[in-house]
């Protein structure tokens, strides 16, 4: 599944519980849009973080290798760390 596919499924997921709130008359139209860009923001922030960190962890292992290790060794190592 690509990443593409996933967002949109959260989008509207986000979508629907707007409305839903709106319907129901606990959020206004405005207010659900900002809500959901809210939460959206959030997850996309912490998705950043933990690709950074996860980069990181890749560049850290691969220094740790000798030269000329191939991409099946480094993701080996990766796996047991």
Do not use: C
Not at 42 to 66: H, R
């Amino acid at each position: 599944m690509s990443m593409e596919f996933i967002w949109a499924i959260i989008r509207h997921i986000l979508a629907a519980i707007g409305t839903s709130l709106a319907t129901n008359g606990y959020l206004s139209e405005s207010q659900g849009q900002g809500f959901g860009g809210a939460i959206l923001a959030v997850i996309m922030l912490g998705w950043s973080i933990y690709q950074k960190a996860t980069q990181q962890k890749e560049v850290d292992v691969a220094l740790q290798l000798p030269p000329n290790t191939s991409r099946e060794q480094l993701a080996k190592e990766l796996k047991l760390r």
